[in-house]
């Protein structure tokens, strides 16, 4: 079997379940021997390639840049795996969902409760605009599999990625579909 | 008092008249999920997660108030009410704001352990994201009521257990909520007796303890058992 493809995105998240890969210690080694990682947000590469055979993509789609880059992480990638609770359920991220738009949360964070200059950032092309509501990963694009858990714990994340490795259409059930943390 | 039987997922039990389907698949062994129901508070039928299906045509029917009859067929365990159950939890995760990671009772809670249970491994629904409040007026508790699932176990376990009657539920359909009294702040209940029964019977971390971090929150709801086998078997038993 050819090298598997494998790459992880870093979308409207707090990077932890990123801390969570990291977690599987010795195993990726192993994971090493097997898999190309061809893009991460811990690798210095610009453009997310065509020909991946799974993803892990972490955080939901809370801006622009989110909303651009899941689109195109789907159109080039054969397994997408919704990485953690931000990316399953919207989370953290989308604790702002209440507050009704991008606006009110916009004034909340940076006039309302500003200490100094309050202003709203405005950067166009460089600061991506928020999204009115923050959604998860399925609510833009088809997901494969979903991997809940804040952080999905390592064991967890192997058992997904040997089952994919194996070629088949990774399954998660019981205690590996707990939300929140721990297990 | 006379006995039936009846056939549960093609085993044939025996129940005392007047029992509920519930109580007597769970003394055959036989698991049904619940979340409102609690054992020695009188039945809500509020959840739906403890569906059954009766006879051959298989009507859904609440096994907490499904009394038990004589030839019955019950069956616990279709794939449609598996699929039902999760649509259930489904509901539930969408009608508030659910968000374990940051609730103290992660870990602690019936309805994390519903979603894994039936097998949620995400929402098929529509988040809602309701305006909900938060009442930290009382000294040793707080009410969350974005975590707040209806199930009224506070309300039963208020009136029914400590017999103050603080809780009640106020308002129709989403938007119904839980109250104190008359809609007034919780620490300015004339009747609450600050006794801790409604927080020990929540399923979520929708009533909790101040000052409990999520590492120490236990709702202790064996308590619930033990004051229930106290007031009704006369045991003391810990």
């Known amino acids: 079997m050819d090298r598997l493809k494998l790459a992880t995105v870093w979308l409207g998240g707090c990077s932890g379940c990123h801390m969570s890969f990291l977690d599987l210690d010795e195993w990726l080694i192993d994971l090493a021997a097997v898999a190309d990682v061809v893009f991460t947000p811990v690798m210095d590469v610009k453009e997310y390639p065509a020909g991946v055979d799974a993803v892990l993509v972490e955080g939901a789609v809370a801006n622009e840049d989110n909303l651009e880059m899941i689109l195109k992480v789907r159109e080039r990638s054969k397994v997408l795996i919704a990485f953690g609770d931000c990316a399953v359920t919207g989370n953290v991220t989308a604790l702002r969902n209440p507050l009704g738009s991008a606006l009110p949360v916009l004034e909340r964070g940076y006039l309302e409760l500003a200490d100094d200059t309050p202003q709203i950032p405005n950067e166009p092309g460089i600061i991506p605009r928020l999204l009115d509501r923050v959604v998860p990963l399925h609510k833009v694009v088809d997901v494969d599999v979903y991997m809940p858990g804040c952080p999905p714990p390592a064991d967890r994340i192997r058992r997904v990625l040997e089952q994919v490795l194996a070629g088949q259409p990774p399954h998660l059930e019981g205690a590996d579909l707990k939300f929140g943390s721990g297990r | 008092m006379s006995a039936v039987t009846l056939t549960i997922n093609d085993r044939l039990v025996t129940a005392a008249a007047g029992e509920t389907v519930l109580a007597a698949a769970r003394a055959a062994g036989i698991d049904v999920p619940t979340l409102c129901y609690v054992d020695g508070l009188s039945a809500h039928g509020g959840c739906r997660l403890c569906l059954v299906e009766v006879g051959a045509g298989g009507r859904l029917q609440p096994a907490c108030f499904m009394p038990v009859a004589e030839g019955m067929v019950v069956r616990t365990d279709t794939d449609r009410l598996a699929e039902y159950r ?9 009608e508030g704001n659910h968000v374990c990671s940051v609730c103290v009772a992660n870990g602690n809670c019936e309805l994390q352990d519903a979603a894994a249970a039936t097998g949620m491994d995400h929402e098929r629904f529509e988040y809602t994201y309701p ?6 007026s009382h000294d040793r ?8 699932v209806l199930c009224t176990r506070c309300v039963r376990a208020c009136d029914e257990l400590e017999g103050a009657h603080t809780w009640d539920v106020a308002g129709r359909g989403a938007g119904a909520k839980v109250v104190t009294d008359l809609n007034q702040p ?3 209940s004339p009747t609450c007796t600050s006794c801790g029964k409604c927080f020990m019977a929540c399923p979520t971390g929708a009533i909790f303890r101040k000052g409990s ?3 120490e929150t236990d709702h202790g709801r064996d308590r619930l058992q033990f004051l229930v086998a106290a007031r009704e078997k006369k045991q003391w038993i810990v």
């Open chain 2, 86 to 94: 999760r649509m259930i939890v489904e509901l539930l995760f969408a």
């Open chain 2, 186 to 188: 919780w620490g300015e």
């Open chain 2, 213 to 215: 971090t999520v590492a």
């Open chain 2, 141 to 148: 508790f707080g009410i969350d009521h974005n975590r707040c």
């Open chain 2, 131 to 136: 305006k909900r409040a938060v009442d930290a």
